[in-house]
């Protein structure tokens, strides 16, 4: 299993060497600091309250469906991070074209795996899409668009958001399809 994880680890870094390496557009930093900072919780703000005043049962239901997952989703970040406690890609390096630290909403934000930015994006999104299939693309390009910023910002490593996006996507299908079924 470690050389699964050294090698995993390796390319992380490679990724993240590479990332340090470029001069992204303007309008591309723009973008990925705006898709991290709705990740923090805003947008899934905005779509709870949306869901709420819709005030139609299936709005009622998936609304119930996200606080579920959400839930869900950060009790199993805060024991994944517990465990694995791997630091940031910007405990190494920050990247010269962006000056952003993680949140620190509680100890464990410090460590890397997995990337909870990701993991709520997905689950939320999950439950939206499933949800409602005509929203199923701009809520998917959220979520990417949160996972995709957490590394071009130096926050996470690839494999982060990889685990953060599998968890997310199962957390909100089991959710979705217990509340639902």
Do not use: Q
Request: with cysteine; glycine share 6%; charged share 15%.
């Amino acid at each position: 299993m470690s050389r699964v994880l050294s090698y995993v680890n390796e390319r992380d870094f490679r990724v993240n060497d590479r990332l340090l390496a470029w001069a992204p557009p303007p309008w591309f930093c723009l973008w990925m600091l705006w898709a991290s900072r709705l990740g923090d919780g805003w947008l899934w703000l905005l779509t709870g309250t949306l869901l709420l005043l819709s005030g139609s049962s299936v709005a009622l239901r998936t609304l119930a469906a996200v606080a579920v997952a959400m839930g869900i989703a950060n009790a199993a970040l805060v024991a994944l991070k517990r465990r694995f406690r791997r630091p940031r890609p910007c405990d190494y390096a920050r990247h010269p074209s962006f000056d952003v630290r993680p949140l620190a909403f509680f100890k464990e934000d410090c460590f890397s795996f997995p990337s909870g930015h990701t993991m709520n994006s997905f689950a939320v999104a999950t439950v939206v899409a499933l949800s409602y299939p005509a929203a199923a693309p701009a809520a998917l390009l959220v979520a990417m668009s949160v996972g995709t910023s957490r590394v071009v910002l130096g926050l996470h490593f690839p494999s982060d958001i990889l685990a953060g996006a599998l968890l997310g996507l199962g957390i909100g299908a089991a959710v979705h399809t217990a509340l639902f079924a």
